[in-house]
């Protein structure tokens, strides 16, 4: 009885092979981006955008005052800065992971978790120094687990700092049926 209970959990309901491409990273994670940097980048940008008013009106106020101008340049550059960097972020992002986009991985769904596995193929596992990767399992009732659906892909977000791509093409109607129940559901 106890051995059947164990084989039931451990039954998937679904589970698939799939790569990702950079262009579905690169979207996944501007959807990140989108989700958890935008709206501080908003709330910084109007903190520096109102001292660079204040500035902009102590250098109407006081033109021979040298330092107005210099902070309202300063509130400027910080602004400029801060859309920059997610630009800088996500383009060194895409670099490094040129290196993994021949990478294949198996995801599989059970009714309260998935995991992430990777393939290792047979010929790195013959190199000398090869360790085994673990694979990667998350409950889906983690409330730091967040999911999106988008038309090509899902997209999980754990911890707000691990993105991970299932792309659709990878999936059969059934199989995209049961994820998104399970993650969006």
């Known amino acids: 009885m106890?051995?059947?209970?164990?084989?039931?959990?451990?039954?998937?309901?679904?589970?698939?092979?799939?790569?990702?491409?950079?262009?579905?990273?690169?979207?996944?994670?501007?959807?990140?981006?989108?989700?958890?940097?935008?709206?501080?980048?908003?709330?910084?940008?109007?903190?520096?955008?109102?001292l660079a008013v204040g500035f902009m009106v102590s250098i109407i106020l006081y033109p021979d005052k040298i330092m107005n101008y210099a902070l309202f340049a300063v509130c400027l550059?910080?602004?400029?800065?801060?859309?920059?960097?997610?630009?800088?972020?996500?383009?060194?992002?895409?670099?490094?992971?040129?290196?993994l986009e021949d990478d294949r991985y198996v995801f599989t769904l059970f009714e309260d978790r998935f995991r992430i596995s990777t393939i290792v193929p047979e010929e790195e596992r013959n190199e000398e120094g090869f360790e085994e990767i673990p694979p990667q399992e998350f409950d889906l009732n983690d409330p730091l687990l967040d999911s999106e659906e988008k038309d090509d892909k899902?997209?999980?977000?754990?911890?707000?700092?691990?993105?991970?791509?299932?792309?659709?093409?990878?999936?059969?109607?059934?199989?995209?049926?049961?994820?998104?129940?399970?993650?969006?559901?």
């Open 2 to 50: 106890e051995e059947n209970k164990e084989l039931l959990e451990e039954t998937s309901l679904c589970e698939f092979e799939f790569n990702v491409t950079l262009d579905e990273e690169d979207d996944a994670f501007r959807t990140f981006q989108k989700k958890y940097v935008f709206k501080r980048n908003v709330l910084k940008s109007i903190g520096f955008g109102i």
């Open 154 to 185: 899902f997209v999980i977000i754990v911890k707000r700092a691990t993105i991970y791509v299932l792309p659709k093409r990878c999936m059969n109607d059934e199989q995209i049926g049961i994820v998104r129940e399970k993650l969006l559901g």
């Open 77 to 99: 550059a910080a602004v400029v800065l801060i859309w920059y960097n997610n630009v800088h972020i996500r383009k060194s992002l895409m670099e490094a992971l040129k290196i």
